[in-house]
Protein backbone atom coordinates (compact mmCIF):
# COMPACT_ATOMS: atom_id res chain seq x y z
CA UNK A 1 0.00 0.00 0.00
CA UNK A 2 0.91 3.41 -0.42
CA UNK A 3 2.35 4.82 2.71
CA UNK A 4 0.30 8.06 2.75
CA UNK A 5 -1.26 8.19 5.61
CA UNK A 6 0.46 9.71 8.06
CA UNK A 7 1.52 13.20 5.99
CA UNK A 8 -2.31 13.19 5.12
CA UNK A 9 -2.93 13.18 9.20
CA UNK A 10 -0.16 15.82 9.69
CA UNK A 11 -1.91 18.08 7.02
CA UNK A 12 -5.33 17.78 8.26
CA UNK A 13 -4.09 18.65 11.60
CA UNK A 14 -1.76 21.41 10.38
CA UNK A 15 -4.32 22.98 8.61
CA UNK A 16 -7.15 22.84 11.28
CA UNK A 17 -4.56 24.54 13.91
CA UNK A 18 -3.81 27.30 11.61
CA UNK A 19 -7.30 28.07 10.92
CA UNK A 20 -8.26 27.86 14.72
CA UNK A 21 -4.70 30.48 15.38
CA UNK A 22 -5.79 33.16 13.02
CA UNK A 23 -9.60 33.15 14.09
CA UNK A 24 -10.99 32.80 10.66
CA UNK A 25 -13.55 30.23 12.29
CA UNK A 26 -15.86 30.53 15.04
CA UNK A 27 -15.73 28.00 17.90
CA UNK A 28 -18.21 25.67 16.34
CA UNK A 29 -16.94 25.89 13.07
CA UNK A 30 -13.48 24.91 14.40
CA UNK A 31 -14.94 21.93 16.41
CA UNK A 32 -16.99 21.10 13.59
CA UNK A 33 -13.38 20.48 11.83
CA UNK A 34 -11.21 19.13 14.35
CA UNK A 35 -14.31 16.53 14.69
CA UNK A 36 -14.00 16.01 11.09
CA UNK A 37 -10.37 15.75 11.18
CA UNK A 38 -10.56 12.77 14.13
CA UNK A 39 -12.63 10.79 11.76
CA UNK A 40 -10.36 10.93 9.05
CA UNK A 41 -7.76 9.63 11.60
CA UNK A 42 -9.63 7.02 12.83
CA UNK A 43 -9.93 6.00 9.16
CA UNK A 44 -6.75 6.39 8.27
CA UNK A 45 -5.33 4.48 11.18
CA UNK A 46 -7.34 1.61 10.05
CA UNK A 47 -6.28 1.55 6.87
CA UNK A 48 -2.47 1.87 8.33
CA UNK A 49 -3.78 -1.46 9.77
CA UNK A 50 -4.13 -3.56 7.16
CA UNK A 51 -0.59 -3.29 5.51
CA UNK A 52 -0.05 -6.14 8.19
CA UNK A 53 -2.93 -8.27 7.33
CA UNK A 54 -3.18 -11.23 4.72
CA UNK A 55 -6.62 -11.09 3.28
CA UNK A 56 -8.58 -11.25 0.09
CA UNK A 57 -11.33 -8.95 -0.81
CA UNK A 58 -13.86 -8.95 -3.69
CA UNK A 59 -15.83 -6.26 -4.89
CA UNK A 60 -18.41 -5.00 -7.44
CA UNK A 61 -18.14 -2.51 -9.86
CA UNK A 62 -19.85 -1.39 -12.54
CA UNK A 63 -22.89 -3.56 -13.54
CA UNK A 64 -21.23 -7.40 -14.83
CA UNK A 65 -17.79 -6.02 -13.10
CA UNK A 66 -15.73 -7.54 -10.57
CA UNK A 67 -12.79 -7.25 -8.97
CA UNK A 68 -10.15 -8.64 -6.84
CA UNK A 69 -7.14 -7.85 -4.09
CA UNK A 70 -5.09 -9.85 -2.17
CA UNK A 71 -2.27 -9.17 -0.05
CA UNK A 72 0.03 -11.99 1.64
CA UNK A 73 2.87 -10.90 4.30
CA UNK A 74 4.82 -14.07 4.26
CA UNK A 75 5.90 -13.45 1.72
CA UNK A 76 5.13 -10.37 0.88
CA UNK A 77 3.10 -10.29 -2.16
CA UNK A 78 -0.24 -8.75 -3.54
CA UNK A 79 -2.40 -8.66 -6.64
CA UNK A 80 -5.07 -7.63 -8.70
CA UNK A 81 -7.44 -9.59 -10.86
CA UNK A 82 -9.87 -7.54 -12.78
CA UNK A 83 -12.31 -8.38 -15.92
CA UNK A 84 -9.92 -8.67 -17.86
CA UNK A 85 -6.47 -9.13 -16.63
CA UNK A 86 -4.42 -8.82 -13.14
CA UNK A 87 -1.42 -7.72 -12.06
CA UNK A 88 0.64 -9.30 -8.94
CA UNK A 89 3.92 -7.98 -7.39
CA UNK A 90 6.19 -9.88 -4.99
CA UNK A 91 9.45 -9.68 -3.51
CA UNK A 92 11.01 -11.08 -7.04
CA UNK A 93 8.97 -9.55 -9.68
CA UNK A 94 5.91 -8.06 -11.06
CA UNK A 95 3.80 -9.63 -13.78
CA UNK A 96 1.03 -8.29 -15.49
CA UNK A 97 -1.77 -10.23 -17.65
CA UNK A 98 -4.21 -9.35 -20.13
CA UNK A 99 -6.75 -11.42 -21.71
CA UNK A 100 -7.91 -10.98 -25.29
CA UNK A 101 -10.41 -12.90 -27.05
CA UNK A 102 -10.07 -15.79 -24.70
CA UNK A 103 -6.13 -15.46 -24.87
CA UNK A 104 -3.63 -14.31 -22.12
CA UNK A 105 -0.13 -12.87 -22.72
CA UNK A 106 1.91 -12.34 -19.18
CA UNK A 107 5.12 -9.98 -19.15
CA UNK A 108 7.01 -10.56 -16.45
CA UNK A 109 9.13 -7.74 -15.32
CA UNK A 110 11.83 -7.14 -12.74
CA UNK A 111 10.37 -6.65 -8.39
CA UNK A 112 8.39 -2.96 -7.50
CA UNK A 113 10.37 -0.26 -6.34
CA UNK A 114 9.19 -1.86 -2.73
CA UNK A 115 9.55 -5.21 -2.93
CA UNK A 116 8.43 -5.15 1.00
CA UNK A 117 5.10 -3.22 -0.47
CA UNK A 118 4.23 -4.79 -3.23
CA UNK A 119 0.37 -3.34 -2.66
CA UNK A 120 1.72 0.01 -4.52
CA UNK A 121 2.17 -1.23 -7.22
CA UNK A 122 -1.23 -3.15 -7.13
CA UNK A 123 -3.14 0.01 -6.31
CA UNK A 124 -1.34 1.94 -9.06
CA UNK A 125 -2.69 -1.03 -11.49
CA UNK A 126 -6.23 -0.88 -10.15
CA UNK A 127 -6.56 2.83 -10.19
CA UNK A 128 -5.87 2.52 -13.64
CA UNK A 129 -8.58 0.03 -14.32
CA UNK A 130 -11.51 1.77 -12.36
CA UNK A 131 -11.14 0.45 -8.85
CA UNK A 132 -11.13 2.85 -6.53
CA UNK A 133 -8.15 2.39 -4.03
CA UNK A 134 -7.71 3.08 -0.09
CA UNK A 135 -5.15 6.16 -0.97
CA UNK A 136 -7.54 7.76 -3.38
CA UNK A 137 -10.58 7.68 -1.14
CA UNK A 138 -8.03 9.26 1.88
CA UNK A 139 -7.12 11.96 -0.31
CA UNK A 140 -10.94 13.01 -1.10
CA UNK A 141 -11.65 12.13 2.89
CA UNK A 142 -8.95 14.49 4.11
CA UNK A 143 -9.54 17.55 1.39
CA UNK A 144 -13.53 17.13 2.75
CA UNK A 145 -12.39 17.40 6.73
CA UNK A 146 -10.23 20.47 5.40
CA UNK A 147 -13.00 22.16 3.65
CA UNK A 148 -15.14 24.57 5.65
CA UNK A 149 -18.35 24.05 3.44
CA UNK A 150 -18.38 20.18 4.05
CA UNK A 151 -21.03 18.63 6.37
CA UNK A 152 -19.50 15.15 7.08
CA UNK A 153 -21.61 12.30 9.05
CA UNK A 154 -21.04 8.73 9.73
CA UNK A 155 -22.36 5.68 11.00
CA UNK A 156 -21.70 2.14 11.38
CA UNK A 157 -22.93 -1.11 9.51
CA UNK A 158 -22.27 -4.48 8.16
CA UNK A 159 -20.60 -4.89 4.40
CA UNK A 160 -19.89 -8.44 3.15
CA UNK A 161 -20.10 -9.99 6.98
CA UNK A 162 -17.89 -6.82 8.31
CA UNK A 163 -18.29 -4.55 10.99
CA UNK A 164 -17.52 -1.24 9.05
CA UNK A 165 -17.71 2.84 9.60
CA UNK A 166 -19.15 4.60 6.78
CA UNK A 167 -18.95 8.37 6.07
CA UNK A 168 -21.29 10.22 4.01
CA UNK A 169 -19.86 13.73 2.87
CA UNK A 170 -21.83 17.05 1.01
CA UNK A 171 -19.82 19.39 -0.41
CA UNK A 172 -19.99 21.82 -3.54
CA UNK A 173 -16.85 20.04 -4.47
CA UNK A 174 -18.84 16.53 -4.63
CA UNK A 175 -20.74 14.46 -2.63
CA UNK A 176 -19.42 11.01 -1.75
CA UNK A 177 -19.92 8.02 0.73
CA UNK A 178 -17.44 5.42 1.72
CA UNK A 179 -17.09 2.82 4.30
CA UNK A 180 -14.48 1.57 5.87
CA UNK A 181 -14.29 -2.22 7.64
CA UNK A 182 -12.63 -2.63 11.19
CA UNK A 183 -10.15 -4.34 9.30
CA UNK A 184 -9.04 -1.63 7.48
CA UNK A 185 -10.39 -3.01 3.63
CA UNK A 186 -12.14 -0.40 1.78
CA UNK A 187 -15.88 -1.66 2.31
CA UNK A 188 -17.46 0.56 -0.44
CA UNK A 189 -17.44 3.76 -2.15
CA UNK A 190 -20.08 6.14 -4.02
CA UNK A 191 -19.03 9.58 -5.93
CA UNK A 192 -17.07 11.08 -8.40
CA UNK A 193 -12.97 10.22 -9.50
CA UNK A 194 -11.62 12.08 -12.02
CA UNK A 195 -14.70 13.90 -12.96
CA UNK A 196 -16.42 10.24 -13.53
CA UNK A 197 -19.17 8.45 -11.24
CA UNK A 198 -17.78 5.68 -9.54
CA UNK A 199 -19.26 3.12 -7.25
CA UNK A 200 -17.60 0.18 -5.80
CA UNK A 201 -19.02 -2.67 -3.13
CA UNK A 202 -17.11 -5.09 -1.28
CA UNK A 203 -18.66 -8.45 -1.84
CA UNK A 204 -16.69 -10.33 0.16
CA UNK A 205 -13.93 -10.91 2.45
CA UNK A 206 -11.42 -13.34 4.33
CA UNK A 207 -8.77 -13.25 6.36
CA UNK A 208 -6.69 -15.73 4.02
CA UNK A 209 -5.43 -15.85 0.54
CA UNK A 210 -5.12 -18.48 -2.54
CA UNK A 211 -1.77 -19.29 -3.46
CA UNK A 212 -3.02 -20.03 -7.07
CA UNK A 213 -4.25 -16.44 -7.20
CA UNK A 214 -0.59 -15.31 -6.97
CA UNK A 215 0.27 -17.91 -9.78
CA UNK A 216 0.75 -17.36 -13.24
CA UNK A 217 -2.34 -18.49 -15.53
CA UNK A 218 -2.74 -21.91 -17.15
CA UNK A 219 -1.53 -21.86 -20.53
CA UNK A 220 -0.49 -18.10 -20.91
CA UNK A 221 1.91 -16.67 -23.38
CA UNK A 222 4.88 -15.54 -21.02
CA UNK A 223 7.15 -13.27 -22.12
CA UNK A 224 10.33 -12.87 -19.08
CA UNK A 225 11.51 -9.75 -18.71
CA UNK A 226 12.98 -9.74 -15.21
CA UNK A 227 16.36 -10.66 -15.56
CA UNK A 228 18.76 -7.87 -15.29
CA UNK A 229 20.40 -6.92 -18.32
CA UNK A 230 24.13 -7.95 -18.00
CA UNK A 231 27.31 -5.57 -18.29
CA UNK A 232 28.16 -6.46 -21.83
Avoid at 84 to 101: I, P, S, V
Avoid at 144 to 155: R, V, W
Wanted: net charge negative; with cysteine; glycine share 6%.
Amino acid sequence: MFAISTPRRLLAAAAIASLTVTGCQSFDEAGQAISHADLINELANRLDGSLVRTYTADYELAPGQSATIAQDQEPARATYHWTAGRLTATEEATTRCETTDGRTACTIEPPPANPAKPAVAVFAAAEGQGLVTPPAVLELLTAAALDPESTITSNDTTLAGRRATCVEVRRPAGDLTACVTAEGALGSFTGHLDGEPVTVTMTSYRATTDGPMFELPVGADVVDRSASPTSP
